[in-house]
């Protein structure tokens, strides 16, 4: 059964730290990495990954994919309190993590 | 910028009432998709729609769904007697081209549609 498993599951923060969020998966036909960030309502589009080891980048926020160990990790640094979201991550067929909540304090 | 629109926000249902959740995706897409949110939950895939039909389901999307794409411009998930535990958020999405298949075409969600069954 195809899974997608974050980690950590809530994180707390203050504002300037630099955080990193994981995602790994085991879907059987995979064909992209999805980062998605919801705040209150509909999930946002952050990245797709398709290639392993290429770096995405949108200002502070990072990403990137390992292909074999089958794993991907969003960065964010200097974070600031609108970042405070949960971030979900979605393989390929759409089959969504449980997410990670990050609170960000002043 | 082009949005996803779902109406109503919030839908009240007795228990056994069908109900009909409506999304209007961004014009030129040609992917549509419906999730659910349960609260406090992850977010699950139910259906995927191209070119007037079903191209992919999960095992949730069982006889008690439907969707439809009655004319040019809605996409409808139609849930026959509802259960209370249909109680979530239900997201529609949209994309131009499938996600995932040589492109950067990530799927565009609606503010969802929050269901409660009474």
């Known amino acids: 059964e195809d899974k997608v498993v974050q980690s950590p599951l809530s994180l707390v923060v203050h504002e300037g730290d630099t955080v990193t969020l994981n995602c790994s998966y085991e879907?059987?036909?995979?064909?992209?990495l999805l980062w998605y960030k919801q705040e209150k309502k509909a999930p946002t589009f952050l990245f797709m990954l398709?290639?392993?080891?290429i770096e995405k980048k949108s200002g502070r926020l990072s990403s990137i994919l390992d292909k074999k160990e089958l794993f991907s990790i969003l960065n964010i640094t200097a974070t600031q309190t609108g970042d405070s979201a949960v971030y979900l991550c979605?393989?390929?067929?759409?089959?969504f993590g449980a997410g990670t909540r990050l609170t960000v304090k002043p | 910028e082009p949005e996803v629109t779902q109406t109503p926000s919030h839908q009240v249902t007795q228990m056994g009432q069908e109900v009909i959740l409506r999304c209007v995706p961004i014009s030129n897409h040609l992917y549509f998709y419906w999730y659910r949110q349960i609260l406090g939950q992850k977010v699950e895939f139910l259906v995927s729609f191209y070119n007037n039909e079903i191209s992919e389901k999960s095992e949730i999307f069982d006889d008690q769904f439907s969707v439809e794409r009655p004319d040019g411009s809605n996409f409808t998930l139609k849930i026959r007697s509802t259960k209370l535990e249909d109680s979530a958020m239900y997201f529609c999405?949209?994309?131009?081209?499938?996600?995932?298949?040589?492109?950067?075409?990530?799927?565009?969600f609606g503010d969802g549609t929050r269901l409660s069954i009474l």
């Open positions: 979605a393989g390929g067929d759409m089959r």
């Open positions: 999405a949209s994309s131009p081209l499938p996600t995932g298949v040589n492109s950067n075409q990530p799927q565009h």
């Open positions: 398709t290639s392993s080891g």
């Open positions: 879907v059987t036909n995979f064909r992209s």
